[in-house]
């Protein structure tokens, strides 16, 4: 089989760049592992799984049309309601008869003579292509942290991220749940409210805010239909590339007296969403100033949670922010319950599984099923897994063996024709990723058109230009408290994994820059 452009994964990323290549008349070819399309709306299907940015603004913008005729229920949308809209989107535009479901791309080796991609599945078909787009998500690959034993348990085993297509009966069992990030935080109250018996194993507690999520206003949506296009205009200009309701407020929490921060806080609490970091300007670029927010939700958390001494051991000690915001509805309520206890594993490490359960600081807990709500092999878990191989035979995770490294998150040197969608190095997870993914798929449809325009054969990153750009992601956290805490934008929760942070701050300089390149000519590139 013979493409123009094969594309790996079927979530929001391949489902647009296959709509973009076909736009430009080109032969294309998406594979995807799962059954069905939606990506991460696939496959994390665990109670309580939504989106933490609103459904009008995590929705696909190239189409206005589309945008005007989907009607979203909630606020924030649940998984559900995201994959029908994934399903949708596939019928919508016709996508499906190019897509290859449960196939696992194993391989895909570049032919420096033919100066194409050849693609193999993991059940050996193959195809070649001259371009090859890793739409293979940032969150894809399941951590699951080796636990001794695990292979005698008798209960039931789930991750968030792996999660059965048939609703799980949690009803008169006692669940364990490790982890205590966004998916753990979003299924606990719902486990909560099924199990006979909850025991939660937190090895860092969590800073979480309300969603306030409910039925969607409907004024509301009107009014942004109405002008769709400059709301999605007034979003790309925000950091993240969301919440231009709310734009973030550029004083100085230091510079505030304690009860306008307070006030400030209260607000944004109240709003619900992921705004609070907006509060004042330097949150995440000042120690001092993060601990006033860090401090606030502590308030919040000890005003809940009636125990005191439980209290405590709920208050997140890290900077608010370096690890991402949590987004709940009824997380720390879910600890007045009678049936929910948290297990500190700071204080009880998590030593391993026995036939019947967990075993944690010397006490035996009996489980019928274990939730691992331990997160992914981020950002470059998904591209490790796959035997890239580019000019010489040279393996990506050989050239990424010290940590990612990429010109814009979506190239790599050594690696013609290979564009990453929300690649390390980009906005990707820092972002609404709808809007980047949309950014990068508009760049490397346009950047195909041109290369074809113009009779180049290949286009590939530069040494030098990927040099520098690492340097300058890199300089661009340290100004932060992000490096500052043992994250996944990190790769701090993969044993062994290299730490280097790895998304992008800031959309609208990114975007900029990514044009300005294409306007250059492909500035940082070789073109052949
Ligand atoms: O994963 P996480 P997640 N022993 O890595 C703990 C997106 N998302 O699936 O912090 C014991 O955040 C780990 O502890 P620690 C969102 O971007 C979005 O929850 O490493 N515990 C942590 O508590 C999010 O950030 C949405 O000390 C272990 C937890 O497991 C990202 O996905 C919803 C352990 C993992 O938290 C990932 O979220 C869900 C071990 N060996 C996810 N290893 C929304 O849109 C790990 N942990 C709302």
Same mark, same amino acid.
């Given at each position: 089989m013979k493409f123009d452009v094969i594309v790996v994964g079927g979530g929001f990323a391949g489902l647009y760049?296959?709509?973009?290549?076909?736009?430009l008349g080109l032969a294309a070819r998406v594979f995807e592992a799962g059954s069905g399309v939606g990506g991460t709306w696939y496959w994390n299907r665990y109670p309580g799984a939504r989106c933490d940015v609103e459904s *009008?603004?995590?929705?696909?913008?190239?189409?206005?049309?589309?945008?005007?005729?989907?009607?979203?229920?909630?606020?924030?949308?649940?998984?559900?309601?995201?994959?029908?809209? /994934?399903?949708?989107?596939?019928?919508?535009?016709?996508?499906? #008869?190019?897509?290859?479901?449960?196939?696992?791309?194993?391989?895909?080796?570049?032919?420096? #003579?033919?100066?194409?991609?050849?693609v193999r599945s993991a059940d050996g078909q193959a195809a070649t292509?001259?371009?090859?787009?890793?739409? $293979? !998500?940032?969150?894809?690959?399941?951590?699951?942290?080796?636990?001794? !034993?695990?292979?005698?348990?008798? !209960?039931?085993?789930?991750?968030t991220g792996a999660w059965p297509h048939d609703k799980v009966d949690f009803r008169g069992l006692r669940v364990g749940v490790i982890g205590t990030g966004s998916s753990a935080v979003q299924s606990i109250?719902?486990?909560a409210a099924e199990a006979k018996e909850l025991h939660v194993f937190q090895r860092t507690a969590t800073y979480s805010v309300p969603a306030h999520n409910g039925p969607l206003d409907s004024a509301y949506e009107a009014r942004v239909k109405a002008d769709y296009a400059g709301f999605r205009a007034r979003n790309s200009q925000m950091p993240n590339a969301?919440? #231009?309701?709310?734009?973030?407020?550029? #004083?100085?929490?230091?510079? +505030?007296?304690?009860?306008?921060?307070?006030?400030?806080?209260?607000?944004?609490?109240?709003?619900?969403?992921?705004?609070?970091?907006?509060a004042f300007g330097d949150l995440i670029l000042d120690a001092q100033a993060n601990e006033t927010a860090a401090e606030f939700v502590r308030d919040k958390i000890r005003a809940t949670v009636r125990d005191p001494a439980l209290a405590e051991r709920l208050l997140p000690r890290q900077r608010i922010g370096c690890k991402r915001l949590c987004l709940d509805s009824g997380?720390?309520?879910?600890?007045?319950?009678?049936?929910?206890? *948290?297990?500190?594993?700071?204080?009880?490490? &998590?030593?391993?599984? $026995?036939?019947?359960?967990?075993?944690?600081?010397g006490r035996d807990y009996a489980l019928d099923a274990i939730v691992f709500a331990t997160g992914f092999d981020a950002m470059t878990g998904a591209l490790a897994r796959i035997d890239i191989r580019g000019r010489g035979g040279r393996a990506l995770r050989e050239a990424w063996a010290g940590g990612p490294r990429s010109y814009l998150g979506l190239a790599v040197a050594g690696f013609p024709n290979l564009f990453t969608? $929300?690649?390390? !190095?980009?906005?990707?997870?820092?972002?609404?990723?709808?809007?980047?993914?949309?950014?990068?798929?508009?760049?490397?449809?346009?950047?195909?058109a041109?290369?074809?325009?113009?009779?180049? /054969?290949?286009?590939?990153?530069?040494?030098? +230009?990927?040099?520098?750009?690492? +340097?300058? =992601?890199? /300089?661009? +956290?340290?100004?932060? =408290?992000?490096?500052?805490?043992?994250?996944?934008?990190?790769?701090?929760?993969?044993?062994?994994?290299?730490?280097?942070?790895?998304? &992008?701050?800031?959309?609208?300089?990114?975007?900029?820059?990514?044009?300005?390149?294409?306007?250059a000519g492909y500035e940082g590139f070789a073109l052949a």
């Open positions: 760049m296959l709509h973009r290549a076909r736009g *009008l603004e995590y929705s696909y913008q190239f189409d206005e049309r589309l945008q005007q005729e989907w009607r979203w229920s909630e606020r924030f949308a649940a998984q559900p309601e995201i994959l029908r809209y /994934a399903d949708h989107v596939a019928d919508r535009f016709g996508l499906r #008869s190019d897509i290859q479901l449960n196939a696992r791309v194993a391989a895909a080796h570049f032919d420096e #003579s033919a100066r194409c991609w050849t292509a001259r371009y090859l787009v890793m739409a $293979t !998500g940032c969150l894809s690959v399941p951590n699951r942290p080796a636990l001794p !034993g695990l292979e005698r348990y008798a !209960g039931a085993v789930y991750h109250p719902l486990i969301f919440g #231009s309701n709310l734009p973030r407020n550029e #004083s100085s929490a230091l510079a +505030a007296t304690p009860a306008e921060r307070q006030r400030a806080f209260e607000a944004r609490w109240r709003h619900g969403g992921l705004f609070l970091l907006g997380y720390y309520e879910t600890f007045n319950r009678d049936n929910v206890e *948290l297990v500190d594993l700071n204080d009880a490490p &998590l030593e391993g599984a $026995t036939p019947q359960g967990l075993r944690a600081g969608i $929300t690649g390390p !190095g980009s906005p990707s997870v820092l972002t609404n990723m709808l809007v980047s993914i949309e950014q990068h798929v508009n760049w490397i449809a346009e950047c195909i041109q290369l074809n325009a113009r009779g180049h /054969a290949t286009i590939e990153a530069l040494p030098q +230009a990927q040099d520098a750009w690492v +340097a300058h =992601v890199n /300089a661009v +956290a340290e100004r932060t =408290v992000y490096p500052l805490c043992n994250s996944w934008y990190l790769g701090a929760n993969v044993p062994g994994k290299p730490r280097v942070f790895m998304p &992008l701050l800031g959309f609208p300089a990114y975007a900029k820059k990514c044009e300005e390149v294409a306007t």
